[in-house]
């Protein structure tokens, strides 16, 4: 795996912020400000705001700079909306699709997640949720379902941080939720798996949502 550019450790450091609500919106980003708290110099500045530009949490403006935006609750909404049903979509697919091999693949990745529960390794549960997730996206053999969940879940992936595993109190909930999903796809239940990865994303998305309503 490649290492992280400066530009990204700072962009990730600042998207964070920005999500958390310890950057707020309409705070203005100082490129000099933030050189001088990262000992950086200006051009992975300019780097790590061009990306979060790209991302969309801040603007610029001329002779304004570039400041915070207020993030969109509703149409982060509606993404996740969609991406309940495509995901559970797919793990119904997945449920009739997957071959003995990715299911024992599938519950092995499983396994190991119950380790990082129990430790509290919200890090390594979330590399593995990802893993889970990915398992079962290419279980279900569609290849345009596979490449409309990716784009989505990029476009969501600033609000999937392993961060807010903690904050949203969801490490034992999804580890929970990933069982139901897990079992009835390995059992080819293809309702009760489609109902259980449905049930697991509008939990997420609803946990992520009332969070940063209450960053507000």
Not at 9 to 20: F, P, V
Request: proline share 2%.
């Amino acid at each position: 795996m490649a290492s992280l550019t400066i530009s990204d450790k700072i962009y990730n450091q600042l998207s964070s912020a920005i999500i958390s609500g310890q950057i707020k919106p309409g705070q203005k980003l100082e490129e000099q400000d933030i050189a001088n708290k990262y000992g950086a110099s200006r051009t992975p500045i300019r780097e790590a705001l061009r990306l979060l530009h790209t991302n969309g949490l801040v603007e610029s403006r001329p002779h304004k700079g570039v400041t915070v935006i207020e993030l969109d609750i509703d149409q982060l909404a509606d993404m996740y909306e969609a991406l309940a049903e495509l995901e559970a979509l797919c793990a119904g697919l997945s449920s009739e699709r997957m071959t003995m091999v990715e299911r024992k693949q599938l519950l092995r990745l499983h396994e190991q997640s119950k380790q990082a529960v129990e430790s509290e390794n919200v890090d390594e549960f979330a590399a593995l949720n990802n893993q889970i997730h990915r398992a079962i996206h290419q279980g279900s053999r569609n290849k345009t379902l596979l490449e409309t969940i990716n784009k989505l879940r990029k476009r969501l992936s600033l609000y999937r941080q392993p961060w807010l595993f903690e904050k949203r109190n969801r490490l034992d909930a999804s580890f929970n939720e990933h069982d139901e999903l897990v079992e009835a796809i390995t059992k080819s239940q293809k309702d009760a798996a489609f109902n259980a990865m449905k049930n697991h994303i509008s939990n997420t998305s609803m946990g992520t949502l009332d969070y940063l309503m209450r960053q507000k």
